[in-house]
Structures are given as structure tokens and as C-alpha cells.
């Protein structure tokens, strides 16, 4: 830590990004584009956590969303007042039904959720490499995914939870903004770490870092730990800036998204992970605010819902013209120019 | 309901999967490429059975074929074919981008209702009816579903081994580059082999949309998810164990579906937990036998380095 000019750009640049975007947004708060911002934000959390997984190991990992869903829906649950809760969820444990923590403290329970979820998951899974980890993670997000769409004794079922207890939408985004920062700190210090470095060295070359002495198996548990706690935690900033939450708001939807966000972006670095959230959430912006904007008589030019072509447009054209994203799977740093050259 | 009824659904859901097992298996052998836009292709296909509605069933079925052949090659064309050298999880994220922009073209297009398969009068979409034997109930469809698979299994058993392109589709999908050196052409065996998909993706099609007796731009997509998974589960390597993993989510899914009680909020002890039973087996399959349930003993899978 003592070579300012090696990690400062690193970790600076994406924080900068955030902050960017968190002020473009405060301007147009109480507009129109308000949700869309709102999806850029925890976008960026969600990402960057999974980013600290996938990132550093080099496996992809399609159950990330569990973790989200888990971390949303225990910080939810646990935060809609218990005289209401009741009324509106009967069915659920006794020891759900009668208790409300606060708000900063659901957060904490959902990374804490997060995080435990993904270590036993992880034990068994994280032997895997490859594809069959790919679908063994994927497998993990049906499952969560069904059960808690169908066991309502431990949340809302099909039913979208809402009365989740949040705040003005300022102090929601802003509480929003400053989670995302935490996560892409955490995420810096991981991969700045003796631990994320020799999880790096086992992405780049397997065979040379098992005989460099590293327990891969160990060092993907650990990332996919950390990497699930602040899933968790990103699904807890979810529910408070929405104020509710379905089970189909986390699926696969939510895991494609943040998977072509960060390949998008270059999937090897934390900047790549923050460029590739805010380059597709951005075109996803203009694009709908262009939807029938135009019109050649009655008709429009771009209909409504042809946002959603151009961003797969774009995702696809950025993927062919750059393959290993917008940023190569680089960081941005000075390190050329300074002593480390 | 009987066990044999299951026993002969399953068989049925089995063949369609395994048809699309084999159309993804065979992309996958040549490029590599874990192709989850399959699942709009057959939406693709799917619609040209509404969009051809009133005209005769073979002619339907062939427009089918030719535009999942169509859209396939496109695809090979403008995206598979640049991504060649790129990273798995490029061309996966490709592939999810493909798939994306098709379901909205087609949501554009036809919006979110669902649109019926045919003239209610035609044969094709009569295959929905059941014929009774015995005390089973079995859609005509199951029987066209099992004839298919059988017969585009044999058929593409003696394309593989009895002529020159199927020859050079397995040397492709065991070692391109020494292939290539040996003459044989990449684009044409792709090309070849992205085609053969194509037929097999508007076959699924045809199968599925009657099965369902409507298309959406949904079609297609969640059956792809469930035989990506299953052709992983059967051993991806190689082509018989991804038809035979294919093959066995779809008997697995329809034949544990109708085992289940319907009843029941507990996990895992109705219907409604059927997703949740058979992840938790593919689970325990990948970590028993990583390499896939069908793949050859002494193939374990190493870090690939």
C-alpha cells in the first residue's frame, strides 16, 4: 500500500465513476428517470460482487442472484413493521412474524445471510471448474428461486413483499450510493489482498499456482463467501430503494443482466465491472427516453420496448468488436510511468 | 394416473429434449460454443407455424425448418464466427445477447399474447388429441415426438459415421486444429453442423408449439435452459452423453412431475418443488461425476490449463 501511484487510479477511478453517476442522478431524482437510476445503483453493487467472485476466480458463476435474492428478501422481511406483518404474511415462523430490526442492521443480517448461504453452498461447489461448476451454480438459483416462490412460511411466496420500512427517496439513494462504494472498496481490498492475488495467479495459470503451493479450492471458497456477502448485501440496498421486492425481480433476468454488464465492461477487472454497469445502464437510459420520441405520421420510429432491442444491440456489437470488454480486463493505473514499470 | 401413462410421457418430453440436446451438442463440438440463443430459434420456427396458419401442414413444417436454418447461419455469420477465439464467457454473453434480442423483436412484433398454432382444424394441430388404450391417454403428439427423435437419431448416427462431412464434424469436435491441418475446412463444418442444429431446433419447435397449442416470445426458452443444463449433466464432450443428458432431464422432469403429489407447501414434498427435486440431482450428479453422467470412465476432468 505504501506505492500510492500502483493502487490509488485502481481503486479512484471506479469510486469517481460512482460518484459521477450518483450526482447526474440527483439532478433527475424526481424525474422520469428516477427508477432507471435507481436500477444503475444497486446495479453497480450487484455487479461489483459478483465481479469479486468471477472476476478473480475466472469461473463464471451463474447463482449470484440466490444470493441477491436471499439478502433482499431477509432484509425486507425483516424490516416491515411486525404489527403489520401478521396480517399481511400469516403463514410465515412465528420468530419472522413477531420481530423488526432497523434498517442499517438488515443490512448487516443480509450480507451476513448472504455470505453464509454462499460459504455451505460453496463447499461442496467450488470443487467444480468450468462448465459443470456454471451449471452447478445455475442449479442453486433454481432452487432458491422455487423455494422461495412456493414455501410461504418464509416469506411471501409468488406475492410481492412491499411495507418494506425505507425512507425519503433521497436518503434511500444516497444510502444506495454510499453501499455501492462500500462494495467496490471491499472488492479492492480483496483483490489487493494476499488472498485475491493468489486466486488471480490460479485464474491465470492453474497447474503453476497449485505447484506455487495454493489451495485453489480454498482461495474460490473464500472469494465466493465474500462474493456472497456482498450479494447479500447488495440485495438488502435492492429492497430498501424500492421498497418491495418479488421473487421474479430476482432471477434470471437479474443474473443475465449483471453477467453481460460485467463481461460487457471486461470481466477480469473492478473496473471493468463498474464501466460495464454504468455503459449499460446508461444506453438503456437514452434509449428508452427515445421511445416514441419520433413519429412519421402516427407511428412511432422506436416503439415501446424497442430500448430493449438497441441495448442487446449494443451489448452484442461491443462484445464483437471488443471480446475482452470495454476496458480489456484492465484497471486503470499509472504503473507504466512509475517505479513499478 | 398410471405410472406407464408417466412412464410413456416422460418418454415423450425425453425425445424432444434430446432432439434439442443434440442440436446444441453439435454447435458445441465444432465452436465450443454454449449456444443459449437455441431456445429463439425455435421461437423463430415457432411462428412461422402462426404465420403460416391455413396453409398445408408439410409446407408449415418446411417454412419452420428453413427459417430456423436461416437464423441459424445468420447468427454463425455475424457472431459465432468473429468469437471464435474469444473467452467461454464472451461467447456465452454473446450468445444471452442474441437470445435477448430476439424475445424483444419478437415481443415487438407480436407483443405478449400468446398466438394459437394453426387452423384448430388442421392435422397439425390436432396431434394434441389423445388416443385411448386401455386406460391410457396418450397425445398423438408423444407418438410423433418418440417417431422423430428415433428417426433423427439414426438419421444423424449415419451422417456422422458413413459420410465425409460427418467424418470431418467428429475429427472437428475432437481436435479442430490438427483437423484443419489435415484439410479439413472450419467453415464448412461449422456451417454444417450450425445447420443440422437449425433442423433440429424447428422439429423441437414443431413439437413444443403443439404441445402447447400456442407460441409466445417465450417459446423455447425455458426448455433451452433446462437441456443446456441437461447436456451438461450428460457429459457435453462428447455428443452421445449431451442427447442422453438432454434425453434424461426431459424424462426426469415429466416423469418426477407426475410421480409428486400435487399438494403440499413443505419444500420438496409436492409438484410445485419439481424444479427444486431435479436441480438438487443434477447437483449431485455433476458432483459425483463432473465430467457428466454419460461421459466415458477414465475422462476425469482436469483443470483445462
Do not use: C
Given at each position: 500500500m505504501k506505492d500510492v501511484r500502483g493502487w490509488l487510479p485502481e481503486l479512484a477511478a471506479p469510486v469517481v465513476l460512482v460518484v459521477l453517476l450518483a450526482l447526474i442522478a440527483s439532478q433527475v431524482l424526481s424525474g422520469g428517470d428516477d427508477v432507471k437510476f435507481r436500477n444503475a445503483i444497486v446495479s453497480i453493487a450487484i455487479v461489483v460482487a459478483l465481479y469479486v467472485f468471477v472476476g478473480n476466480s475466472g469461473v463464471v458463476s451463474f447463482g449470484h442472484v440466490s444470493f441477491v435474492a436471499v439478502g433482499a428478501f431477509s432484509a425486507g422481511?425483516?424490516?416491515?413493521?411486525?404489527?403489520?406483518?401478521?396480517?399481511?404474511?400469516?403463514?410465515l415462523f412465528g420468530f419472522l412474524k413477531h420481530h423488526s430490526i432497523g434498517n442499517a442492521s438488515s443490512l448487516l443480517l443480509?450480507?451476513?445471510?448472504?455470505?453464509?448461504?454462499?460459504?455451505?453452498?460453496?463447499?461442496?461447489?467450488?470443487?467444480?471448474?468450468?462448465?459443470?461448476?456454471?451449471?452447478?451454480?445455475?442449479?442453486?438459483?433454481?432452487?432458491?428461486?422455487n423455494i422461495l416462490r412456493y414455501w410461504t412460511r418464509i416469506g411471501p411466496g409468488a406475492e410481492t413483499l412491499s411495507l418494506v420500512d425505507n425512507g425519503s427517496p433521497t436518503t434511500d439513494y444516497l444510502q444506495a450510493t454510499v453501499g455501492a462504494l462500500a462494495v467496490i472498496v471491499a472488492a479492492f481490498l480483496y483483490q489487493r489482498s494476499r488472498w485475491g492475488r493468489q486466486l488471480r495467479a490460479a485464474r491465470e495459470d492453474p497447474a503453476a499456482a497449485q505447484a506455487a503451493g495454493i489451495d485453489i479450492h480454498r482461495q474460490r471458497l473464500w472469494a465466493f463467501t465474500l462474493s456472497g456477502a456482498l450479494s447479500g448485501f447488495a440485495g438488502g440496498l435492492f429492497v430498501h430503494l424500492y421498497g418491495s421486492i418479488n421473487t421474479n425481480d430476482v432471477y434470471l433476468d437479474l443474473t443475465f443482466l449483471t453477467l453481460a454488464m460485467l463481461v460487457v465492461g471486461g470481466m477480469s477487472s473492478l473496473l471493468g465491472a463498474v464501466v460495464g454497469t454504468i455503459a449499460v445502464s446508461l444506453v438503456q437510459i437514452w434509449l428508452s427516453d427515445w421511445e416514441n420520441k419520433w413519429h412519421i405520421g402516427s407511428t412511432a420510429i422506436l416503439p415501446g420496448g424497442s430500448s430493449y432491442v438497441g441495448v442487446a444491440i449494443v451489448m452484442l456489437v461491443v462484445l464483437l468488436v471488443r471480446p475482452s470488454g470495454i476496458t480489456g480486463g484492465r484497471e486503470l493505473g499509472f504503473g507504466r510511468f512509475g517505479r513499478r514499470g | 394416473m398410471s405410472h406407464i401413462q408417466a412412464l410413456l410421457d416422460a418418454i415423450g418430453l425425453g425425445a424432444v429434449y434430446g432432439l434439442m440436446a443434440v442440436g446444441i451438442g453439435l454447435v458445441f463440438g465444432v465452436l465450443r460454443l454454449v449456444n443459449f440463443a437455441y431456445g429463439q430459434v425455435i421461437m423463430?420456427?415457432?411462428?412461422?407455424?402462426?404465420?403460416?396458419?391455413?396453409?398445408?401442414?408439410?409446407?408449415?413444417?418446411?417454412?419452420?425448418?428453413?427459417?430456423?436454418?436461416?437464423?441459424?447461419?445468420?447468427?454463425?455469420?455475424?457472431a459465432?464466427?468473429?468469437?471464435?477465439?474469444?473467452?467461454?464467457?464472451?461467447?456465452?454473453?454473446?450468445?444471452?445477447?442474441?437470445?435477448?434480442?430476439?424475445?424483444?423483436?419478437?415481443?415487438?412484433?407480436?407483443?405478449?399474447?400468446s398466438r394459437p398454432v394453426g387452423d384448430s382444424v388442421g392435422t397439425l394441430a390436432g396431434l394434441i388429441n389423445a388416443v385411448q388404450i386401455g386406460s391410457l391417454h396418450i397425445r398423438w403428439i408423444t407418438f410423433v415426438a418418440i417417431g422423430t427423435g428415433l428417426v433423427s437419431f439414426t438419421l444423424l448416427a449415419l451422417l456422422l459415421k458413413r459420410t465425409t462431412i460427418g467424418l470431418q464434424m467428429r475429427a472437428a469436435a475432437a481436435d479442430f486444429r490438427t483437423a484443419r491441418l489435415l484439410g479439413v475446412r472450419a467453415d464448412t463444418v461449422i456451417m454444417t453442423a450450425v445447420a443440422i442444429s437449425g433442423v433440429l431446433a424447428a422439429l423441437a419447435a414443431v413439437i413444443l408449439a403443439v404441445s402447447s397449442t400456442v407460441v409466445t416470445y417465450q417459446t423455447g426458452l425455458s426448455e433451452t435452459i433446462l437441456v443446456l443444463v441437461g447436456v451438461v449433466v450428460g457429459g457435453i464432450d462428447r455428443l452421445l452423453s449431451a442427447t442422453l443428458g438432454g434425453f434424461a432431464i426431459g424424462f426426469a422432469t415429466s416423469f418426477v412431475g407426475a410421480e409428486l403429489p400435487n399438494q403440499g407447501t413443505t419444500p420438496f414434498t409436492s409438484n410445485q418443488y419439481l424444479p427444486s427435486v431435479i436441480y438438487i440431482g443434477v447437483i449431485v450428479v455433476l458432483?459425483?461425476?463432473p465430467a457428466g453422467l454419460f461421459a466415458r470412465r477414465g475422462q476425469a476432468p482436469v483443470e483445462r490449463v
Amino acid at each position: 500500500m505504501k506505492d500510492v501511484r500502483g493502487w490509488l487510479p485502481e481503486l479512484a477511478a471506479p469510486v469517481v465513476l460512482v460518484v459521477l453517476l450518483a450526482l447526474i442522478a440527483s439532478q433527475v431524482l424526481s424525474g422520469g428517470d428516477d427508477v432507471k437510476f435507481r436500477n444503475a445503483i444497486v446495479s453497480i453493487a450487484i455487479v461489483v460482487a459478483l465481479y469479486v467472485f468471477v472476476g478473480n476466480s475466472g469461473v463464471v458463476s451463474f447463482g449470484h442472484v440466490s444470493f441477491v435474492a436471499v439478502g433482499a428478501f431477509s432484509a425486507g422481511l425483516m424490516t416491515v413493521p411486525s404489527d403489520v406483518k401478521p396480517g399481511v404474511l400469516p403463514d410465515l415462523f412465528g420468530f419472522l412474524k413477531h420481530h423488526s430490526i432497523g434498517n442499517a442492521s438488515s443490512l448487516l443480517l443480509a450480507a451476513a445471510i448472504g455470505g453464509a448461504y454462499a460459504l455451505v453452498v460453496g463447499i461442496p461447489l467450488m470443487r467444480l471448474s468450468g462448465l459443470s461448476a456454471g451449471i452447478a451454480t445455475f442449479a442453486v438459483l433454481g432452487i432458491t428461486y422455487n423455494i422461495l416462490r412456493y414455501w410461504t412460511r418464509i416469506g411471501p411466496g409468488a406475492e410481492t413483499l412491499s411495507l418494506v420500512d425505507n425512507g425519503s427517496p433521497t436518503t434511500d439513494y444516497l444510502q444506495a450510493t454510499v453501499g455501492a462504494l462500500a462494495v467496490i472498496v471491499a472488492a479492492f481490498l480483496y483483490q489487493r489482498s494476499r488472498w485475491g492475488r493468489q486466486l488471480r495467479a490460479a485464474r491465470e495459470d492453474p497447474a503453476a499456482a497449485q505447484a506455487a503451493g495454493i489451495d485453489i479450492h480454498r482461495q474460490r471458497l473464500w472469494a465466493f463467501t465474500l462474493s456472497g456477502a456482498l450479494s447479500g448485501f447488495a440485495g438488502g440496498l435492492f429492497v430498501h430503494l424500492y421498497g418491495s421486492i418479488n421473487t421474479n425481480d430476482v432471477y434470471l433476468d437479474l443474473t443475465f443482466l449483471t453477467l453481460a454488464m460485467l463481461v460487457v465492461g471486461g470481466m477480469s477487472s473492478l473496473l471493468g465491472a463498474v464501466v460495464g454497469t454504468i455503459a449499460v445502464s446508461l444506453v438503456q437510459i437514452w434509449l428508452s427516453d427515445w421511445e416514441n420520441k419520433w413519429h412519421i405520421g402516427s407511428t412511432a420510429i422506436l416503439p415501446g420496448g424497442s430500448s430493449y432491442v438497441g441495448v442487446a444491440i449494443v451489448m452484442l456489437v461491443v462484445l464483437l468488436v471488443r471480446p475482452s470488454g470495454i476496458t480489456g480486463g484492465r484497471e486503470l493505473g499509472f504503473g507504466r510511468f512509475g517505479r513499478r514499470g | 394416473m398410471s405410472h406407464i401413462q408417466a412412464l410413456l410421457d416422460a418418454i415423450g418430453l425425453g425425445a424432444v429434449y434430446g432432439l434439442m440436446a443434440v442440436g446444441i451438442g453439435l454447435v458445441f463440438g465444432v465452436l465450443r460454443l454454449v449456444n443459449f440463443a437455441y431456445g429463439q430459434v425455435i421461437m423463430l420456427a415457432a411462428y412461422m407455424l402462426v404465420f403460416t396458419t391455413g396453409w398445408p401442414d408439410v409446407a408449415s413444417i418446411l417454412v419452420a425448418v428453413l427459417m430456423a436454418v436461416f437464423a441459424s447461419l445468420v447468427m454463425e455469420r455475424v457472431a459465432f464466427r468473429r468469437l471464435r477465439t474469444s473467452s467461454p464467457a464472451t461467447m456465452l454473453v454473446a450468445t444471452f445477447a442474441i437470445s435477448y434480442l430476439l424475445q424483444n423483436l419478437a415481443l415487438l412484433r407480436y407483443t405478449y399474447h400468446s398466438r394459437p398454432v394453426g387452423d384448430s382444424v388442421g392435422t397439425l394441430a390436432g396431434l394434441i388429441n389423445a388416443v385411448q388404450i386401455g386406460s391410457l391417454h396418450i397425445r398423438w403428439i408423444t407418438f410423433v415426438a418418440i417417431g422423430t427423435g428415433l428417426v433423427s437419431f439414426t438419421l444423424l448416427a449415419l451422417l456422422l459415421k458413413r459420410t465425409t462431412i460427418g467424418l470431418q464434424m467428429r475429427a472437428a469436435a475432437a481436435d479442430f486444429r490438427t483437423a484443419r491441418l489435415l484439410g479439413v475446412r472450419a467453415d464448412t463444418v461449422i456451417m454444417t453442423a450450425v445447420a443440422i442444429s437449425g433442423v433440429l431446433a424447428a422439429l423441437a419447435a414443431v413439437i413444443l408449439a403443439v404441445s402447447s397449442t400456442v407460441v409466445t416470445y417465450q417459446t423455447g426458452l425455458s426448455e433451452t435452459i433446462l437441456v443446456l443444463v441437461g447436456v451438461v449433466v450428460g457429459g457435453i464432450d462428447r455428443l452421445l452423453s449431451a442427447t442422453l443428458g438432454g434425453f434424461a432431464i426431459g424424462f426426469a422432469t415429466s416423469f418426477v412431475g407426475a410421480e409428486l403429489p400435487n399438494q403440499g407447501t413443505t419444500p420438496f414434498t409436492s409438484n410445485q418443488y419439481l424444479p427444486s427435486v431435479i436441480y438438487i440431482g443434477v447437483i449431485v450428479v455433476l458432483l459425483l461425476r463432473p465430467a457428466g453422467l454419460f461421459a466415458r470412465r477414465g475422462q476425469a476432468p482436469v483443470e483445462r490449463v
